[in-house]
């Protein structure tokens, strides 16, 4: 094991065009899938290396500001930098400076999440293992100690924390055979806001050839009948066995999401995503209520480990 | 009344340093005053100027999100931009690209927010009056269409927010006066978190001598006695007719918010201002019942009109 400090912080700007129609979404309609790309130089040459996902324009300012908001790691020891990680993120988010312009959101909050995953990247490469292997060799006072709890104090104390993760380390082996089967995946291409119905149709089946059992589509069409169209064509493509999760991006007000949510009941989705703004708590609160038993899926756009505090409320 | 078109954007990364102490509290240790400047300017030679503030580092990247953002503006009548104002808002900041590194909040939002100051600035510049002056000459409708009510829809309907509008009209001569008068301000540069006990008292005797009579004090020390002895030192020095308020600027977690809030209303504050952190709508909501009458200051730090409808409900 060498504890290799970090001698440097670069960037790179990351950008991967897609095929027409490929990534569109309600609100997103000229995605160019980018990464916000934070590399980390240790001074054995090891390098670290972090992503974060962006569309495009702008991918460039979440670059700048992991090159502001990581400074401080450079002369810093891997180990000893992984030995009090949540004390380090809460550092390099509370920067006197950068966190007025979070905070704990947005820009900032990406840049931070490309540098966490370049420390992380970093500390695996050093110990000579892949970084599952080595998460799973922590002690839970390890794994306590990569997290910053700070504001989470009323629902989850460190003492509650350190319990939880104790209690799970019995059941551990029952859930070994993870490594070996994997988990299954979804199929979220097939069904894109642009794709025409033949589109969808072609890729769906060759999806279900390939093994796949379970789909994702697009909805919040400016033309309300198209959801409903396209829902019930993808329905009858999988057949009843066949799981489908409908996505409307965060378009939807919440009196229209609520009643597209209805509709879209009649075609047995596991979740509907994004069904309306993230930041509108008490609309998710609402609309979960609304259209039980069909879940909500939220999360991509919820800012920090404060909101997601108040949704679990 | 001329009906200038925007010709170009461009930006100012402005900076202020502050002399030794000023502008720190409990969390920004270290700021310089900062502007991401937005100027607008319009093809007869106006210039509209917008602002927003932040603490210094960072500025840039705000300056770089509006130069994104405000793309759009170019080319456009002003006149033509402010009869739908609304609209334009949320097109500027649905950008297809730019929205995912929101949605609408820290540097995206605080770009939009100078880039509507620099609109507004051009548009009263061009009819060549105080902006305060055609706000008051617009009709409610006017008003209406300078707001984006997006996703609002389920507790402000256009309907209502015109009925509200339009049900201030008849009292307005009685609010009037106010243009004469002016509103009452407060001293917030007499409590800043690194000024020693002297310094604090011998602003506070100066702004007292110079008519004001409500001081802010920067509260959120490492040693919460220095909090408490410095809430008395000031009560004592404005006397019980002045008006104090506090000001945590974010930095305690929920349970110590509530054990220092308790211990501080002994001081009669007007308010205690950003306590815990701002998005945590649960804990502002349980820590308001805990302290009345005390009122809890928020908002600095409320990212978009969706959380304060949280807020609000």
């Known amino acids: 094991m060498l504890d290799s400090a970090i001698s440097s912080v670069s960037t790179r700007d990351a950008r991967f065009p897609l095929p027409p129609g490929a ?22 040459g090891l390098q670290g290396t972090g992503i974060v996902l962006t ?24 180990e000893e930098l992984m030995s009090d990680f949540g ?22 909050h990406l840049a931070l999440a490309s540098i966490t995953n370049a420390c992380f990247d970093l500390w695996a490469k050093s110990r000579g293992k892949p970084l599952w292997k080595l998460l799973l ?36 082996s029952r859930r070994l055979p993870i490594l070996q089967t994997g988990y299954p995946g979804y199929d979220t291409s097939v069904g894109w806001m642009a794709y025409d119905d033949e589109k969808v149709r072609d890729l769906t ?52 999401a609520i009643r597209m949510c209805r509709e879209l009941m009649d075609f047995q989705p596991l979740w509907i995503e994004e069904p309306t703004h993230p930041d509108d708590l008490h609309g998710h609160a609402l609309l979960a209520r609304e259209i039980t038993p069909v879940k909500i899926a939220a999360g991509e756009h919820i800012p920090n480990r404060i909101v997601f505090k108040n949704f679990f409320e």
């Open 55 to 78: 569309l495009g324009e702008g991918n460039r300012l979440v670059c700048e500001a992991i090159e502001l908001l990581a400074r401080p790691l450079v002369g810093t020891a891997i």
């Open 205 to 256: 089946a060759r999806a279900l050839h390939s093994g796949f059992t379970a789909f994702k589509l697009k909805v919040g069409s400016e033309d309300e009948g198209r959801d409903i169209r396209r829902a019930a064509m993808l329905r009858k493509c999988v057949g009843e066995s066949g799981t489908l999760m409908f996505d409307a991006n965060q378009r939807w007000s919440l009196p229209v």
């Open 87 to 108: 004390r380090v993120s809460r550092k390099l988010a509370d920067d006197p400076s950068l966190r007025w312009l979070g905070p704990h959101k947005g820009i900032v």
């Open 137 to 172: 060799e922590l002690t839970p006072a390890e794994v306590l100690r990569l997290l910053d709890l700070s504001y989470l104090e009323d629902v989850l104390s460190e003492r509650d924390a350190l319990e939880l993760l104790v209690s799970q380390v019995p059941s551990r």
């Open 23 to 44: 990534g569109t979404d309600s609100v997103h309609t000229n995605s160019e899938y980018s990464f916000a790309v934070t590399l980390l130089t240790g001074d054995g």
